[in-house]
């Protein structure tokens, strides 16, 4: 699977948008992006994933660079409960009984600020 | 439906005891993980298994030992405690198949004197 970078922390406003950045230079063409958050003491929660074009969900945006190169995330009016690590992983497709792992690095504390 | 349940939250243990965490989910999915969350750090995998009857090490499995009971129940066991295994120990699981999305559990704190 292909390595993230991601910025260590970020602040955002409340009601705000949060764009929180992930680098993967060295995706392929059948990986994946995936984002989590994991909320203080709590277990991750799954967020949003994507290939190639943009995806939204009722928790976030996902956008995807033409060149699949880097990516963001978007929380488009941020709260105090969004305050948490975002993890962003890129995974190759998982075929039945294949054995994968999903990495989790250190991802980008956010806190939004009242 | 309550996803993956892990009990139990809190455990302390004396150096040289043993204990199984258990994990079961309700979602009929296939895979199981156990993960590993020290202070600071981000998770790291202990075990996996990518359907019920398969087990394979994760990377940091020493000193740990799991069973794939049935496809709902994935446990992890100490058999003699270390102050290292001293963490936050998450159990999840997927469908195992396609686009993966893993459930988490809400944790065990364990501490090891």
């Known amino acids: 699977d292909a390595k993230t970078t991601q910025p260590p922390s970020m602040d955002c406003a409340e009601g705000r948008a949060a764009n929180l950045p992930c680098n993967h230079s060295t995706i392929s063409g059948n990986e994946y992006v995936y984002w989590y958050r994991q909320i203080h003491s709590q277990g991750p929660q799954y967020i949003i994933h994507?290939?190639?074009n943009n995806e939204t969900n009722e928790m976030a945006s996902l956008i995807i660079t033409e060149d699949r190169k880097s990516s963001t995330l978007i929380l488009p009016h941020a709260t105090l409960r969004d305050t948490a690590v975002y993890y962003c992983?890129?995974?190759?497709?998982?075929?039945?009984?294949?054995?994968?792992?999903?990495?989790f690095g250190s991802g980008t504390q956010l806190t939004v600020l009242p | 439906n309550a996803g993956v349940t892990q009990t139990p939250k809190f455990q302390v243990l004396k150096t040289g005891q043993s204990m199984t965490l258990q994990c079961a989910q309700d979602m009929n999915h296939n895979s199981m993980y156990w993960y590993r969350q020290d202070p600071g750090m981000g998770l790291r995998l202990i075990y996996y298994?990518?359907?019920?009857?398969?087990?394979d090490k994760g990377e940091v499995p020493n000193g740990y030992n799991v069973s794939r009971l049935n496809k709902r129940e994935f446990s992890l066991r100490l058999e003699s405690a270390a102050p290292s295994q001293t963490s936050v120990y998450f159990c999840?699981?997927?469908?195992?198949?396609?686009?993966?999305?893993?459930?988490f559990g809400s944790g065990t704190q364990l501490s090891v004197l």
């Open positions: 999840a699981s997927s469908l195992g198949q396609g686009i993966e999305k893993l459930f």
């Open positions: 298994s990518a359907s019920e009857g398969t087990t």
């Open positions: 992983i890129v995974r190759g497709f998982q075929y039945s009984g294949s054995a994968r792992q999903l990495t």
């Open positions: 994507g290939l190639k």
